[in-house]
C-alpha cells in the first residue's frame, strides 16, 4: 500500500505512471467494476488502479493483484502490489505477451519480450515519449530495480496467471444463466 501511497502523493510522477503504463492511481480504494450487479468474484478485493480503456486492477484479499476488463479477461497478474508495480514498469507492453506458446522455451520468450518492446519504444519515439527515461525515473520513484531483460518478470506473470486458485469472475445474465471465466489471461 506504500507505493500507491507514494504515487497519490505525487501528481507528477502518478501521471508518469499513466503515460508510460496506462494506468491511472484512484485516490482511495473501490469496489471492482460488476457490470451493475451482473459479475461476481471467487476472490474479494479492492480495485485501486485502472486503465484508459476501463479495465481494473484489482488488490485481493490473499495480497495478490488481479485483473478484470469487459472482453472477458480475467485473472491474476502479480503475486503482490511489489511484483505488480515491477512488472508494470519494465513491462508496460505485457497484454502483447499473452502468447502461451512463447512461454515454453525461455530463449524464445526473451527474444519475443524484446521484438515487442522495441515496437513499442519505437510507436513511443513518434509521439516523442522517452520510454527508458521514463521507466528508469519510476523504477527510480518505486524503489524497483530496472530491468532491460524481462523473462524472469514475464515467467513470474506466467506462473501466477495459471496458479490455482485462479482469480476469476460469474457473469449471469438477465435471463439467469451464468458463464464464467477460467481465470487465467492466457485463456482468452
Not at 55 to 77: F, Q
Not at 135 to 142: G, K, M
Not at 143 to 168: K, N, Q, W
Not at 175 to 180: I, V
Request: glycine share 6%; hydrophobic share 30%.
Amino acid at each position: 500500500m506504500e507505493l500507491i501511497k507514494r504515487f497519490r502523493k505525487n501528481a507528477d510522477l502518478a501521471e508518469l505512471l499513466c503515460d508510460t503504463c496506462d494506468v491511472e492511481i484512484f485516490p482511495e480504494l473501490r469496489k471492482p467494476q460488476d457490470e451493475n450487479g451482473h459479475i461476481i468474484y471467487n476472490i474479494s478485493g479492492k480495485t485501486f488502479v485502472r486503465e484508459k480503456s476501463g479495465s481494473e486492477y484489482i488488490l485481493l484479499e490473499d495480497g495478490s493483484i488481479g485483473y478484470w476488463r469487459s472482453v472477458g479477461l480475467c485473472g491474476r497478474i502479480a503475486d503482490s502490489l511489489q511484483d505488480f508495480f515491477e512488472f508494470i514498469i519494465n513491462c508496460p507492453y505485457w497484454k502483447d505477451c499473452i502468447w502461451e506458446e512463447a512461454y515454453q522455451d525461455r530463449e524464445y520468450l526473451s527474444e519475443f519480450a524484446k521484438e515487442i518492446f522495441e515496437e513499442y519504444e519505437e510507436e513511443n519515439l513518434e509521439d516523442e515519449f522517452d520510454l527508458q527515461e521514463a521507466q528508469q525515473e519510476l523504477a527510480e520513484y518505486s524503489g524497483i530495480e530496472e530491468r532491460t531483460e524481462v523473462t524472469d518478470l514475464l515467467m513470474r506473470f506466467y506462473h501466477c496467471t495459471t496458479r490455482e486458485p485462479r482469480f476469476f469472475y460469474t457473469y449471469t445474465e438477465d435471463d439467469g444463466s451464468k458463464h464464467s471465466g477460467t481465470g487465467s489471461l492466457f485463456d482468452s
